[in-house]
């Protein structure tokens, strides 16, 4: 089964803390976020999904990757 996945890649800060509320509010986990390698929108995504889902690294070869699935 392949997840679905949202990209953020160009996206400055502010507007990546929108577009991940607004992603977890239209779909249902799993899904893949991809934040490349940048620390802070890693930081974003998990202060913006908060305590509701369980939130991994892809692999430890791609860090660049998280995968939420439901608590």
Do not use: F
Not at 5 to 32: F, I, M, Q
Not at 48 to 55: A, F, T
């Amino acid at each position: 089964m392949k997840l679905k996945e949202l990209d953020l890649h160009g996206l400055n800060h502010t507007w990546a803390k929108k577009v991940v509320v607004s992603w977890s509010k239209e779909n249902h986990p799993p899904y893949k976020i991809i934040t490349g390698n940048s620390s802070e929108m890693q930081k974003i995504v998990k202060e913006q999904l908060g305590q509701k889902y369980i939130i991994n690294y892809e692999s430890y070869h791609n860090l660049g990757a998280l995968i939420v699935t439901a608590r």
